[in-house]
């Protein structure tokens, strides 16, 4: 008797491992108009071939285009990274990770510097885009997203970091246009020139598609307040 | 003790099944990485910590980074000492116990402050530095670590600090650590607290060599 026991107790544990614990909850099927739940992101690399550049005067008064998201304007610089030669890390929930390949630019302002807390060092205002490419060592999975943040130097004057969010704003293969936000913390080793080794850390969330059309409000501070009608 | 021959063919089948599904949930999408990252690797780093007293110094005269005399500058000073706690977790292993220091410095001065939507809140670019002692185990390793960001007053009276961390060296398993990530203080006082307050700092973030 004890021994029927003991095998229905083992054949219902393998059975729950198979099939996959999960929470009541999330066994109840969702209709077209539910919100998928998002799971938890974990992403981290290095780069060792960092660089900055700028919007710079050139020798014949033209300027130079260095940076995505300045317009001519020289107080305008930006610093690029990416993988090659360096490390990505992908991981979703508590799932086994993966590979990425990854590439970022921050642009920052130095119109707009405020000091960093220690004297002579300054933050920036900063925004920019990057991608994860070749998730899990597929070309196929993708994700590109935005971010907007504040890139600083640190007390010793010799680093930078890079205090921001992101928006996930694209995505392929696993991830077709999920959607997502979360932090990004990076830490820039060192100043110009360049071969700047960075490190990089996303922390946040993912999410398939809300159902169109979304069934959430969408804020415009700019739009004009409706007036009831009597 | 007798053992059933079905209670061993049972618990054999079941470590089979934990083998072939890598102890992840069914729902596992991702697969195993088949690309070796060219670079040392980075390892997943979370640590956390709570103070019992946490100080405002808005003298300067005990910042680090504020010059004498100044009339702006201040800074946050907590640490786990008094009853305080820390912990720290590598690479998804076992917790360990971390004794830490952190100081943040900023200057309050009108062109620092940005305003927030409460108008007797602002929030003020800050940097600071700090240190992790790892206690557990046979040494003590340490690291240090630079951090800038943003300390912000909140809507209640309190006080966040919302930035991100570099690795700047260390000892022990540490001594070349390198790294990234966010660093979060929720302080349960401000600058008008004379006596010390409680309050919590969370790393997420990883670490290399």
Known sequence: MLNRIKLLFLATGLLLMVVGVKPVIAKVKADDSSVAPSSSTLARGTSVDGYWSDDAYSWNGWITNGCSFCTGDPSCQCFYSDSTNGSGIFQVNINQYTTMIWSQELDYSTYGLTTSGSLWNACYPASGEGEIDDIGGSAANTLTYATTGQLCVTPDGQNQTYTGSYIIDGGTGLYPDYQGAGTIGDAIYGRLPSEVVSQIQFNGNIVPPAPSPSPLPTPSPWAAVATPTP | ?209
């Open chain 2, 1 to 209: 003790m007798k053992i059933s021959l079905k209670v061993v063919a049972a618990a054999l089948a079941m470590a089979l099944a934990a083998m072939m599904s890598n102890g992840q949930p069914a729902l596992a999408k991702s697969s195993k990485p088949d690309v070796l990252a060219k670079a040392p690797p980075t390892f997943l780093i979370s640590a956390r910590g709570q103070s019992n007293d946490g100080i405002f110094d808005d003298t300067g005269e005990t910042c680090a980074y504020c010059p004498p005399d100044s009339e702006n500058c201040g800074c946050f000073l907590s640490d786990a000492s008094n009853g305080g706690t820390g912990y720290f977790q590598f690479n998804n292993g076992a917790q360990t116990p971390l004794t830490w220091t952190i100081e943040i410095d900023y200057i309050n001065d009108g062109s620092s402050q940005i305003p927030t939507t409460n108008d007797s809140a602002v929030c003020i670019p800050a940097a600071g530095v700090g240190t992790g002692f790892q206690t557990g185990g046979r040494q003590v390793n340490s690291f240090d670590f630079e951090t800038t960001g943003q300390i912000c007053n909140t809507t209640n009276g309190y006080t966040t600090f919302t930035g991100s961390y570099i690795m700047d060296e260390g000892s022990g398993n540490y001594a070349n650590a390198t790294g990234s990530g966010s660093l979060i203080i929720g302080a349960y006082g401000n600058v008008d607290n004379e006596a010390g307050f409680m309050n919590q700092v969370q790393f997420t973030g990883n670490l290399g060599q």
